[in-house]
């Protein structure tokens, strides 16, 4: 994993031209990586409309790399939120409406844009398999409703869409990920970043993270990904709001620099 090339030119991210009817109005910024579309927001769950325009109809393996699993439920005050978004004005709508950041995976699996979901914690030395390829199952709560964790949903809900991959299916080494994606390079890999797994503020012990700590964490993250196909779509989380950061505000720029170092050293 190298630092900047200083002889080499690099773009930079752009604010993208914002309008209130395209992916583009939830981004913080967007370019390319060695024609790989990359779309950085902020809050996370305003990743689904990018995956919706740049999917185009197709079903991705999901990697998120994230401190959190972010696996929860669509949690809504009527069963609008059981109807599917189709056009991008109406997933833009659905977003800003349902979605949270704990809930955009439910909701991206529930629109049919997933096939797979991999979770990468680079603390850990494996990855939690949520679905690979075996069907989701969705149900509506009505606030009256009880779910097992068998079935995915622990405890009373109000209205809203539960879903079974809940809990992870399986811990699983990185080595058989790695082979199950590269067996199925036909199906498109998206690869979802969130800064806090290379430094959560939220946990005790990540203001005083070592250099050493921070490294190791960005180099498990390229080991793991120089070993699988190129993905067609990232996306990068600066997880700075709502409410308090899961970022440390102070380093979010130097972090997000440094993902992108990662990307690029990977992929150019």
């Not at 005050?77 to 659905?94: L, R």
Request: with cysteine; glycine share 4%; aromatic share 8%.
């Amino acid at each position: 994993m190298g630092k900047t090339n200083g002889t080499r030119t690099v773009s930079e991210p752009t604010k993208p031209e914002s309008t209130n009817h395209t992916y583009r109005s939830l981004l913080e910024a967007e370019l390319e990586i060695a024609g790989v579309p990359v779309g950085i927001v902020d809050p996370h769950h305003r990743v689904v409309p990018f995956w919706h325009h740049h999917l185009a109809g197709r079903k991705a393996h999901l990697l998120h790399i994230d401190a959190h699993s972010d696996m929860g439920v669509i949690l809504g005050e009527s069963e609008d939120s059981w109807k599917k978004p189709t056009t991008v004005k109406e997933m833009i709508a659905y977003t800003r409406k349902y979605l949270n950041i704990e809930n955009f995976i439910c909701a991206a699996d529930y629109v049919g844009l997933l096939r797979s979901i991999y979770h990468y914690d680079p603390r850990e030395s494996f990855i939690d398999v949520y679905r690979e390829d075996q069907p989701a199952r969705f149900s509506w709560m009505n606030g009256k409703e009880r779910m097992s964790a068998k079935t995915g949903v622990f405890g009373e809900l109000n209205h809203g869409i539960c879903w079974s991959p809940f809990y992870p299916w399986k811990k699983t080494a990185l080595s058989q990920v790695e082979r199950r994606i590269n067996r199925d390079a036909q199906t498109p890999l998206l690869l979802d970043i969130d800064l806090d797994a290379i430094q959560c503020h939220q946990y005790p012990e990540e203001p005083r993270l070592s250099v050493v700590a921070y490294e190791t964490r960005l180099q498990n993250v390229f080991d793991l990904l120089q070993r699988l196909h190129r993905p067609a779509l990232i996306t990068i989380a600066r997880s700075q709001t709502p409410g308090i950061p899961y970022v440390d505000p102070r380093l979010v720029d130097t972090i997000q620099r440094d993902v992108l170092e990662v990307l690029r050293d990977l992929y150019e």
